[in-house]
């Protein structure tokens, strides 16, 4: 029922997609989507769980309407104020065991980029995260050995702290460090290389702080990911790194990303201080409320 009534809203407001899409390519100012993933299984399944069909679904769609890229060139493109095509990255939270068998292989496979972020202390003693126990369903993390057969086929490897720690509620410029650069100072001793991105535990405006956000530019990282569900607009700084959680199934991750109008504002107070950046309205001399909506067709990106 629910993936029918998306197909229905993505029917009806199909008209201000497709006027969307032809101003954004016109005008080369596309948005840019960062994607998040966790874990992709078919045991013990939950909500951060994906079954490896859905996965599998949802990369076979993106790899025909989409140009997939790493966290680099996405930022670059966000910063070079241009992005003339629909680009989207793809990002993993935490660090579970089970990517190893079916997800990270089929992204090597199709040798796709993408970023795995990495709570170390997990992986260093083995031990399931305090959210799986408490759910009452430890599950394993990945090894350094995995972990570093992933880099070694490029998949990149990115912070997310020691702990899983909530660094919106720290408050002590020594327990951040050691969270944020301990993490990615024990990711670089097992990678031989210093991460260059940090994505937040829980990744809402709450879980971040001007603390965290000084301690990631003193320790020198090229940007630092949320998980809040916004787009990155071409001509913005490019530093906080803005992600859409993919959710199971294929029909929610259509609507997203076929530029659903809800989604196209990004209304969120952040805890820390971001340059100014242009509105849609400035950037594209369009405001997708000022649209009329009518019946449309299904988008097309390629």
């Not at 809203?9 to 899409?21: A, K």
């Not at 935490?94 to 990495?118: C, E, K, M, S, W």
């Not at 327990?175 to 001793?189: F, K, M, T």
Request: proline residues 5%; contains cysteine; charged residues 20%.
């Amino acid at each position: 029922m629910k993936d029918q009534v998306l197909r229905l809203y993505r029917t009806l407001t199909g008209r201000r997609r497709q006027q969307l899409l032809a101003r954004f390519k016109s005008a080369g100012t596309f948005p840019v989507a960062i994607l998040f993933y966790h874990r992709v299984a078919d045991t013990h399944a939950n909500d951060w769980t994906m079954s490896c069909r859905d996965f599998e679904r949802q990369i076979e769609w993106l790899r025909a309407n989409f140009d997939i890229v790493d966290l680099a060139e996405a930022q670059r493109r966000i910063q070079a104020k241009r992005c003339d095509r629909p680009t989207v990255a793809l990002t993993f939270d935490d660090g579970y065991r089970d990517n190893a068998d079916f997800a990270i292989p089929l992204l090597i496979q199709h040798r796709l980029p993408a970023t795995y972020f990495v709570s170390t202390e997990f992986v260093r003693h083995g031990s399931a995260f305090p959210h799986d126990v408490q759910a009452g369903q430890p599950l394993s993390p990945n090894t350094i050995d995995q972990l570093q057969c992933f880099a070694g086929q490029g998949i990149e490897i990115g912070g997310h702290t020691r702990t899983h720690c909530d660094l919106g509620q720290v408050q002590d410029t020594s327990v951040a460090e050691d969270e944020i650069l301990g993490g990615l100072q024990q990711l670089e001793d097992w990678l031989g290389e210093r991460p260059r991105y940090f994505a937040f535990p829980f990744g809402m405006p709450c879980n971040m702080s001007q603390l965290a956000v000084n301690v990631l530019t003193a320790g020198g990282v090229s940007g630092f990911c949320s998980a809040y569900g916004a787009w990155n607009w071409p001509g913005s700084p490019g530093v906080h790194l803005r992600r859409i959680h993919a959710d199971p199934g294929l029909e929610r991750l259509k609507n997203w990303l076929t530029l659903d109008p809800r989604k196209l504002r990004d209304d969120h107070e952040l805890p820390f201080a971001e340059s100014t950046t242009a509105s849609i309205s400035n950037q594209m001399s369009v405001h997708p409320t000022n649209l009329d909506v009518h019946q449309g067709t299904e988008f097309h990106a390629s």
